[in-house]
Structure formats: structure tokens, C-alpha cells
């Protein structure tokens, strides 16, 4: 880093806060996806205006600047790709307002989804989406993401909990989207165009949610399998019979296995699927809807059905679910992690698919899904260091693209493009879609600073 630059950036932000050890940039050089490269400097911000200060003076120079949260993104949308500065959000950590009466929040973007959420619940409020990395990733980096959760299925995204945001442009101007309204329709719905825009269109600061009331009761479903079109089929007929479960979760024999040979809680080992159902609502509602339920997964051939009785029972069948991605990353150097969607009714070929790709390539692919949803994530142990391997990895992963996007369905469900899915953009996106994702990019961005390399380069 150019030092007069250096010099300028420690004195917008403090020199605690200013970091260019090369101990320092490793951390935040990779994220959760195998990519990484080393930034120049990294800086920390405690205030919307620091970073427009940054902002300018980045700009004006030309420098690549990656706004980063937790960095737990899947696909490289926080790699440094041209080196350059990271401005880590993680020291904005202020609820700015929590109203009970108007069910909103404003929040800066470096708290936690999982702080929110704590603060909300002691309203008797929360906030829908719950990304399984909820305890660290950031609500900027949900934005940043549009992530989503296991709540999905009956709440949504981010997406459609924001009302609004305060962003700092590639210039240093800064912008508010939306407002505090439940409704509002004043004007191009700005904040949805910056939701999933992975920091390539400016930087998120403060972000306002919805938040809901607690609903009174819930509960939940665990059902076995024999075979696994059983429990693919079973969640094309919840989601057809008209309930609306709020989490609809599928795991396959592998990742069964895989978490029963790490945690030992007695799941059944020669099962090829296992649904996880939650539901919500009036007490009455939620136990009508639990039977109903439990006689499709019995029609199906559920070998086995258990309904939670106790809050206690409930969070039993949570652990295997909840412990899958950890356990698996464990197995090998590296677990890739996708996100493809497809139409629900798809999910039965969706699997079997993604199945029959593992045993083409000899490799070992659990199935882990969002099933309510149709987003599948495929989880490929592997290790990169393994170059037959890592090539059998990558046409694997090609193929399962290919395959969702032939199913109708899409690229990315949760996780963005990044780097990561770059290179099958044109899968989805028509010549003329893709100039204008570009156009829009230069008209907000013009020196192309802001984490540049990704998606629109
Ligand atoms: C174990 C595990 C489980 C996960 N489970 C889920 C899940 O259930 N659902 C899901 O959707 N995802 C999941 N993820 C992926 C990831 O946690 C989410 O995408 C999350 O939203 C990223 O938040 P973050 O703070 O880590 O953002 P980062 O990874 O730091 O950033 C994500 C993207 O947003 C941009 N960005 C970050 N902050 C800002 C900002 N303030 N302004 C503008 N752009 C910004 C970055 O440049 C990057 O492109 C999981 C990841 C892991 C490791």
C-alpha cells in the first residue's frame, strides 16, 4: 500500500483499526470457500462516514476496495481477487432502534444475525431469516448474500425482510433505500437491487428489518426413509397438500452416516433419507397439521416417524441437522459446499441426479437440503491437493449446474455467484441480461473499485 495512502487510511480510522502485517492479512485472504488471495491492507470502521471517507479516497486513487462481514460466504465473494484494501464491517455492531410498536429494527451491518435475534426475542419478537451460520455471519453479509435458513420455506429471504438501507457508494456518496414503513412504493425499489448485490454495488452501513411477533407454538417432525424418493417425494406432497411448513429439511444416507459416526446419536445407518419438519402456529393448527404430516411420510414409506413432544424432544432432532456441514468439513482438507435450486416438484430427480454424479465421478457427495425450498446443497468431500481428484470435483460440479438449470432451476440459491459460479453465468443470463447487470455496475461503480473481479468482470 502506497504510503501516503496508508497514512490517510490510519487517520480515518485509527491506527488500531489500520492493518498491513502479513499475519493480519492471511485472516482475511480466504473465506468458507477453497479460494483466497491477500488484500494490501484491511481496515475497520466504526461509522457510516469513516467508510465514505475511505470510499473517496479509494476512488480517487483507483484502489479495489472488498467490503467484508464474517467472511463465511461460499463462494469467494470476499477474496481480495486484485488485492487492495477489506474494509471488515465487524466493528459496527450498534441496534440503533428495536420498536416493539412498529415491528422494525435498525441495525449496523456488522451485528450478528444471531445478536439481533436475541435482542428481538426479549420483545417476544424475531426476525425470519436464519442462516445456519447465524451465531457469526453478519447481517451486512446477509444482505450482501440474500441468505436464507432452514425457516425459509414459510418466511422467505433477506429479501423480504428488509425495509430499508443506508449504503455508501463507490464515491463516497451516501444513499438511504426504503424507510420504515411497512409499505412504501416510493420510487424504483432500490433496496432490492442491493440485496444479493455480494458488495459489487456499494456498501451496506445500517439496515432496516420487519420483525414478527413469536408465534405461540410449534413442532417438529423427524421422518426415516428406506429409500430416498420416499422422502424427495414426501416433500413434493407437504409442499402440494397446502401446509406450509416452516422448515422442511432433507439429509441423505451419506451425511447421515457421516454425522452418526461423529456424534453417535443413534441415528439408523441403513436409512437412504431422513425429513426434518417444522411447523408454527396456534397449537390446534400446528398438531392438525403434524398428522397430516406423519400420514404422508407413512404413505411414502417412512419406516419410522417421530413427532416432538417437549421443547427438549424438539431439540433432540435438531442435532443431527444442525451438526451435518461441521462434521463433514472435518472429514477431508476440503468440503465443497453448493446451493443449486430447482422447482419443489423437481427435488426427487434433483437428488437421484446428484447421486448418480458421485458414482460417475467416484466420489463422496452427501445431500444436504433445503427441501421446502427445492435447494439442494450438495456437499463434496474431497481434498484439493488431489489433482485427479479435483478435476473429477470440477466436472461434477459442472454437471450438477447443468443439471438444476436443465430442471428450470437456478445456479445459486442462497450462497451468490462469487467467484466460485462465475464461470457459469451464462447459464442463467442472456447476452443482453448480463450487458445490463455490467451497465448497472459502471453507472454505480465507474472505476470498477468495489470487489471487482466478481460476477459483472
Ligand atoms: C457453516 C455455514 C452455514 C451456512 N448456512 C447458510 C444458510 O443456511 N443460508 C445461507 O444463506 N447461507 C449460509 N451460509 C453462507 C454464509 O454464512 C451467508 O452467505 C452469510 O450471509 C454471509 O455473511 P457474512 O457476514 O459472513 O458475509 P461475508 O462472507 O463476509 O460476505 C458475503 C458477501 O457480501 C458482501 N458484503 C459483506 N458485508 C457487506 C456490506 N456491509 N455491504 C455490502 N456488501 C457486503 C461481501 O463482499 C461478500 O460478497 C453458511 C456458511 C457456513 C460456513
Not at 485509527?14 to 485472504?29: K, M, R
Not at 444442525?322 to 468439513?329: C, D, L, N, P
Request: charged share 25%; net charge negative; aromatic share 4%.
Amino acid at each position: 500500500m502506497d504510503g501516503k495512502i496508508a497514512q490517510r487510511l490510519r487517520a480515518i480510522v485509527g491506527e488500531d483499526n489500520y492493518l498491513d502485517s502479513v499475519e493480519d492479512l492471511i485472516n482475511y485472504s480466504y473465506d468458507a470457500s477453497v479460494d483466497e488471495a491477500l488484500p494490501e491492507a484491511v481496515v475497520l470502521p466504526e461509522t457510516t462516514e469513516e467508510i465514505a471517507e475511505i470510499m473517496k479516497l479509494a476512488n480517487s486513487a483507483g484502489i479495489p476496495v472488498t467490503p467484508r462481514g464474517a467472511g463465511t460466504n461460499l463462494s469467494g465473494g470476499t477474496i481480495p481477487h486484485k488485492g487492495g484494501i477489506v474494509i471488515a464491517l465487524t466493528r459496527m455492531k450498534k441496534i440503533l432502534e428495536l420498536s416493539k410498536e412498529n415491528r422494525y429494527a435498525i441495525v449496523e451491518a456488522g451485528l450478528t444475525n444471531l445478536e439481533l435475534q436475541n435482542e428481538a426475542h426479549k420483545l417476544g419478537l424475531f426476525y425470519p431469516p436464519d442462516p445456519a451460520s447465524w451465531a457469526v455471519s453478519t447481517m451486512g453479509g446477509n444482505v450482501g448474500e440474500n441468505a436464507g435458513g432452514p425457516r425459509g420455506v414459510k418466511y422467505g429471504v433477506t429479501r423480504d425482510w428488509i425495509l430499508g438501507l443506508k449504503i455508501v457508494l463507490a464515491d463516497g456518496r451516501i444513499i438511504n433505500t426504503g424507510g420504515i414503513t411497512a409499505k412504501n412504493v416510493t420510487g424504483v425499489d432500490m433496496t432490492s437491487l442491493f440485496c444479493g448485490s455480494e458488495g459489487l454495488l456499494g456498501i451496506v452501513s445500517e439496515i432496516t428489518v420487519k420483525l414478527l411477533p413469536i408465534p405461540p407454538f410449534r413442532q417438529s417432525i423427524q421422518a426415516f426413509f428406506p429409500r430416498i424418493d420416499g422422502a424427495s417425494g414426501t416433500v413434493t406432497r407437504i409442499i402440494g397438500s397446502g401446509i406450509v411448513p416452516v422448515a422442511l429439511e432433507l439429509m441423505d444416507s451419506v451425511v447421515i452416516n457421516m454425522v452418526e459416526d461423529s456424534k453417535k446419536i443413534g441415528l439408523p445407518r441403513n436409512v437412504q433419507g431422513v425429513l426434518l419438519i417444522m411447523v408454527d402456529g396456534p397449537e390446534s393448527e400446528c398438531r392438525r397439521q403434524s398428522s397430516m404430516i406423519e400420514e404422508i411420510c407413512i404413505d411414502q414409506g417412512a419406516s419410522h416417524v417421530d413427532v416432538a413432544g417437549t421443547a427438549d424432544e424438539e431439540e433432540a432432532l435438531w442435532v443431527a441437522r444442525r451438526a451435518a456441514f461441521g462434521v463433514m468439513s472435518q472429514k477431508l482438507p476440503n468440503c465443497i459446499l453448493e446451493d443449486v435450486t430447482v422447482p419443489v416438484s423437481r427435488l426427487p430427480e434433483m437428488i437421484k441426479g446428484i447421486i448418480k454424479i458421485g458414482e460417475t465421478y467416484d466420489l463422496t457427495i452427501g445431500v444436504l437440503a433445503h427441501a421446502g425450498d427445492g435447494n439442494t446443497h450438495p456437499m463434496i468431500v474431497t481434498d484439493k491437493r488431489d489433482t485427479d481428484e479435483w478435476e473429477r470435483v470440477e466436472k461434477a460440479v459442472s454437471d450438477i449446474f447443468h443439471l438444476a438449470v436443465d430442471l428450470g432451476g437456478t445456479l445459486s440459491g442462497e450462497h451468490g455467484i462469487g467467484l466460485s459460479k462465475k464461470p457459469f453465468m451464462h447459464l442463467i443470463y442472456n447476452e443482453h441480461e448480463f450487458q445490463l447487470l455490467r451497465e448497472l455496475k459502471q453507472i454505480l461503480d465507474p472505476k470498477g473499485i468495489l470487489n471487482p473481479g466478481k460476477i459483472t468482470d
